[in-house]
């Protein structure tokens, strides 16, 4: 699944726990291993792919302060 903010699409990858991530998550601090995104001014449920392929589907995360602030 997508995600979608602010006219961003993007996925995020979590970094792998350990016990210093944990402790810096449980701060308030979260690491990724890596943000992907591309820029989609008008939001759709899905992004359909080729012909007889399927679709992804993408969450609206507009209203989530977290996942607003990484897409901007």
Known sequence: MLNWANGIVFLV???PDSD????RHWRGTIYFS???FA???KY??????S???G???MID????SGMKQIAQ
């Open 55 to 57: 679709e992804i589907p």
């Open 61 to 64: 995360q507009t209203s989530v």
């Open 20 to 23: 210093i991530i944990m402790k």
């Open 13 to 15: 990858s979590p970094y």
């Open 34 to 36: 890596s943000v992907v």
């Open 51 to 53: 012909v007889g392929v």
């Open 39 to 41: 820029p989609m001014p």
């Open 44 to 49: 759709e449920s899905a992004i359909k792919l």
